[in-house]
């Protein structure tokens, strides 16, 4: 009986695991909306929720990263949300490498579903080509 107990508790666990990574997997921002679920009910769209979730701390209003962009580009290009030029390439590079004062993003961080969510809301504005 006692052996039972811990080889139990694993294959919940496991089980338990298992039924995340296959959500995960149908829903690559679920994860993100559910590790800040204000950013996310505030936001307009999936996509705004993982940009808010993942990104907001330095790239929302006021954060390291928009005021360290408004003092290199100018306030028109510091929040990034409300650029019309960035490309999608360019900013998966940015992000899995790091730029500057910022470090690089990993994948146990920022999964690529989660990166693709981003990129779509950052270039949403883009004129169309």
């Given at each position: 009986m006692i052996k039972a107990g811990p080889i139990a508790l694993a294959l919940g666990l496991l089980a338990a695991g298992s039924a995340a990574l296959a959500q995960n997997a149908a829903?690559?921002?679920?994860?993100?909306r559910a590790d800040f679920p204000v950013s996310a009910a505030i936001s307009r769209s999936p996509d705004e929720?993982?940009?808010?979730a993942r990104?907001?701390?330095c790239h929302l209003e006021m954060g390291f990263g928009t005021l360290t962009l408004m003092k290199a580009q100018g306030p028109v290009k510091a929040l990034l949300a409300n650029r019309t030029d960035l490309e999608g390439d360019y900013v998966r590079a940015v992000v899995r490498s790091g730029l500057l004062g910022m470090p690089a993003i990993t994948r146990a961080e920022v999964t690529d579903g989660e990166l693709d969510?981003?990129?779509?809301y950052l270039t949403r504005n883009n004129p169309r080509k």
């Open positions: 829903d690559p921002t679920a994860r993100a929720a993982v940009f808010r990104c907001g701390y969510a981003i990129v779509r």
